[in-house]
């Protein structure tokens, strides 16, 4: 009888200890499978960043000619972006995409008729509106690589982590050298007056 009652006890603690692993193991997938669905939305970003960036720059090809390096920056970074693999990686690569487009929006000044081209204000707005929008995934994703990270880690779902090979989940953030969230100056609309002022100036870059 007593061994009976061994034997059942035993059966009970195996399910029981079964069932546990399994919630665990359950939930790890489920917030692992968030991360990556969070993740998804800034990658979908990343690539209509890149289309839009290609476009950017035949359209500012148009208008200046003299300017190959910049446009040649920006088109580096949007295929180094392209390029990107991890998590750090594609981070890094729109860190740098973001200066070369920052770079090329100050020689944009320089030609008045640029900024008043069509093409070229619906590609700045466009892109504007994505980098809000990267801003918004990435605080979501963040918020999903964390709740995930700290489950990987706490006991007794550290042990089913271990066992079954969650790996800790990258952030997505700005690099070191970067100090806050991309500031794109994108809106010609900002100096109209100006431009009103200047509509009848030489389309020749100012030398620096």
């Not at 029981?16 to 939930?27: E, K």
Request: charge should be negative; hydrophobic fraction near 40%.
């Amino acid at each position: 009888m007593l061994n009976l009652l061994a034997f059942i006890l035993v059966v009970l603690s195996i399910v029981i200890l079964g069932a546990v692993v399994v919630g665990l193991y359950n939930n790890l997938v489920k917030l692992r499978n968030g991360v990556e669905n969070a993740w998804s939305d800034i990658n979908m970003e990343l690539e209509r960043r890149i289309s839009l960036t290609d476009n950017l720059v035949e359209t500012v090809k148009r208008y200046a000619t003299h300017e190959k390096s910049t446009m040649e920056e920006v088109t580096q970074a949007s295929y180094n972006l392209q390029d990107a693999w991890t998590v750090h990686e594609n981070a890094e690569a729109d860190i740098q995409l973001t200066h070369a487009l920052n770079n090329l929006f100050a020689m944009a000044e320089n030609y008045p008729n640029l900024k008043v081209d069509k093409s070229f204000k619906t590609l700045t707005e466009q892109l504007t509106e994505i980098e809000d929008m990267i801003f918004h995934y990435r605080q979501f994703y963040n918020d999903k690589v964390y709740v995930y990270n700290n489950k990987c880690h706490m006991f007794p779902n550290n042990i089913v982590a271990n066992y079954f090979g969650f790996q800790k989940a990258e952030y997505f953030q700005p690099g070191e050298e970067f100090d806050g969230n991309p500031d794109l100056d994108l809106d010609p609309d900002n100096k109209q007056d100006e431009l009103a002022t200047n509509s009848s100036a030489s389309e020749s870059p100012s030398k620096k």
